[in-house]
């Protein structure tokens, strides 16, 4: 049963960073491609970057150069590393993947950056 678990959500101040976790388990990560969605207050969910099982990695454009897509497979996990975050990354990160032409996401973890 394929399971996602975001973790290391919270409050930063502008320009802070922090680190997100996507556990999973029911695959292997390493195996799969992922990504990392957010989704804003009043608005829709969007893409934020993606890994590919070969290690190639994409980002939405305002978080390029700020943000770092990252999987440990030791641990069966997939990282979102931020840094420099602005209000506008305010945000529920989730974490998905797709298997089978089936959509998994994760709970989602609150990330809230203050001016």
């Known amino acids: 049963q394929v399971q996602l678990v975001e973790s290391g959500g919270g409050l930063v101040r502008l320009g802070g960073s922090l680190t997100l976790s996507c556990e999973a388990s029911g695959f292997t990560v390493s195996n799969v491609g992922m990504n990392w969605y957010r989704q804003a207050p009043g608005k829709e969910r969007e893409f934020v970057a993606y890994?590919?099982?070969?290690?190639?990695?994409k980002y939405k454009d305002s978080v390029r150069g700020r943000f770092t897509i990252s999987r440990d497979n030791s641990k069966n996990t997939m990282y979102l590393e931020m840094n420099n975050l602005t209000p506008e990354d305010t945000a529920v990160y989730y974490c998905n993947l797709n298997i089978d032409y089936t959509d998994y996401w994760g709970k989602g973890t609150l990330v809230t950056v203050s001016s």
């Open positions: 890994i590919r099982s070969g290690g190639a990695t």
